[in-house]
Every structure is written in structure tokens, then in C-alpha cells.
């Protein structure tokens, strides 16, 4: 089992402009959505309340990346 399924912004930026590719799951609820001043774009929106029954709709071809405040 991982013990540490945690990434660092940091980290992340390395992976992304090294070509690495990720699905982004926007786990914010609706209220703090809207209001946010900043939205990843192509990130699937899935209130974390939501997640299991919305799992069918995070595609599994790629390492998944959830995302909150």
C-alpha cells in the first residue's frame, strides 16, 4: 500500500512541464467554487460529497490529481 499519496504544487509544476499528463478532479463544494478567483481549466468538477457517486466520471488512463481549500 502507498503510504503517501500526497503531492507539493511544487512538484506537480515539475511533472506537468516535464510532459507529464494528469486528470484534475476539483473537489471544492459549489459554494467556494464560485466563489474562487482561480479554476484549473479542463479540471472535472466533483463536490468531494459527491465523489462516490460520481467516480464513473474520472477517467482511470491517467495518474488523478484531487484538489481543494
Known amino acids: 500500500m502507498i503510504d503517501d499519496l500526497r503531492i ?3 512538484e506537480l509544476q515539475e511533472r506537468v512541464e516535464a510532459g507529464d499528463e494528469f486528470t484534475f478532479v476539483d473537489t471544492r463544494n459549489p459554494q467556494v467554487w464560485v466563489q474562487a478567483r482561480e ?3 479542463h ?3 466533483i463536490p468531494v460529497d459527491d465523489l462516490d457517486k460520481n467516480v464513473a466520471r474520472i477517467p482511470k488512463n491517467k ?3 484531487a484538489y481543494c481549500t
Request: charged residues 15%.
Open 43 to 45: 479540471a472535472i468538477r
Open 63 to 65: 495518474p488523478i490529481v
Open 8 to 10: 507539493t504544487v511544487d
Open 39 to 41: 479554476i484549473l481549466p
